[in-house]
T-cell receptor, first 116, second 115 residues
Framework: AQSVAQPEDQVNVAEGNPLTVKCTYS??????LFWYVQYPNRGLQFLLK??????LVKGSYGFEAEFNKSQTSFHLKKPSALVSDSALYFC??????????????FGSGTQLTVLP | DAGVIQSPRHEVTEMGQEVTLRCKPI?????LFWYRQTMMRGLELLIY????????DSGMPEDRFSAKMPNASFSTLKIQPSEPRDSAVYFC?????????????FGQGTRLTVV
C-alpha cells in the first residue's frame, strides 16, 4: 500500500523568508509525486509534479520541490514567501504499479501561514 | 476553459433525504474522480471513471452511495438515504488521461450538511 506523510500540521513563516513544507512517501516501485494547494472554500489546485528526470521540479507561483529518493521525500519550497501563499498544501503520490487502479493517495495537509 | 463545475456549492438536507451532487468535467478529459474531504479522514477517493465507465468504486462507503456518468460531460453522486455522518465537502476532479502520472483538476466542491 502507498502512503504519504506530512509531518507538520502547521507551518508559520515570515513574509520574504524561504518556506519549506515537508512530505515523505512510501510506494512500491517508482513514485509519481504531486503538490496541490487549497485556498479557503476552494478546490485543490495543481502546483507541480515529479514523474522522472531532474530531481528539482519547478511549478506554479514560484514554488519548487525536490525529489530525494534515498530519503523518500518530496519537500515543497519557495525562496521568498508571500502572504498570499497562506493556504492548505497537500502532497500526493501514485505509482505506475497502480495500473488501472489510478490510486492517488493524499497526505493529511499542511496549513501554511505567512505572516506579514 | 471554465474548469470543473460542481453544483450545488452548498446543500443542507435532513437525514433520510436523497441528495444528488452534480459535476461537469473539463472538456476532453477522459477520467473523472469523486473525492470526499472531512477533518477526520482527510481526502478520500470514492470512485473514478475512465471514458464514462466506473473503474474503481472501492472507496464508496456504503450502498447508500451511487455514482453515474451517463456521458463524457456529466456525472452525479447520489446519497440515498443521507445520514449526518455523510456531512463533508465532496469534490469532483477530472484528468486528461487515466495514467497515474497525470494531474487532476478539481472543482470547487459541494459542502453537504445533513441534519
Amino acid at each position: 500500500a502507498q502512503s504519504v506523510a506530512q509531518p507538520e500540521d502547521q507551518v508559520n513563516v515570515a513574509e520574504g523568508n524561504p518556506l519549506t513544507v515537508k512530505c515523505t512517501y512510501s510506494v512500491s516501485g517508482n513514485p509519481y509525486l504531486f503538490w496541490y494547494v487549497q485556498y479557503p472554500n476552494r478546490g485543490l489546485q495543481f502546483l507541480l509534479k515529479y514523474i522522472t528526470g531532474d530531481n528539482l521540479v519547478k511549478g506554479s507561483y514560484g514554488f519548487e520541490a525536490e525529489f530525494n529518493k534515498s530519503q523518500t521525500s518530496f519537500h515543497l519550497k519557495k525562496p521568498s514567501a508571500l502572504v498570499s501563499d497562506s493556504a492548505l498544501y497537500f502532497c500526493a503520490v501514485s505509482s505506475p504499479a497502480s495500473g488501472s487502479a489510478r490510486q492517488l493517495t493524499f497526505g493529511s495537509g499542511t496549513q501554511l501561514t505567512v505572516l506579514p | 476553459d471554465a474548469g470543473v463545475i460542481q453544483s450545488p456549492r452548498h446543500e443542507v438536507t435532513e437525514m433520510g433525504q436523497e441528495v444528488t451532487l452534480r459535476c461537469k468535467p473539463i472538456s476532453g478529459h477522459n477520467s473523472l474522480f469523486w473525492y470526499r474531504q472531512t477533518m477526520m479522514r482527510g481526502l478520500e477517493l470514492l470512485i473514478y471513471f475512465n471514458n464514462n465507465v466506473p473503474i474503481d468504486d472501492s472507496g464508496m462507503p456504503e450502498d447508500r452511495f451511487s455514482a453515474k456518468m451517463p456521458n463524457a460531460s456529466f456525472s452525479t453522486l447520489k446519497i440515498q438515504p443521507s445520514e449526518p455522518r455523510d456531512s463533508a465537502v465532496y469534490f469532483c476532479a477530472s484528468s486528461l488521461r487515466q495514467a497515474p502520472n497525470t494531474e487532476a483538476f478539481f472543482g470547487q466542491g459541494t459542502r453537504l450538511t445533513v441534519v
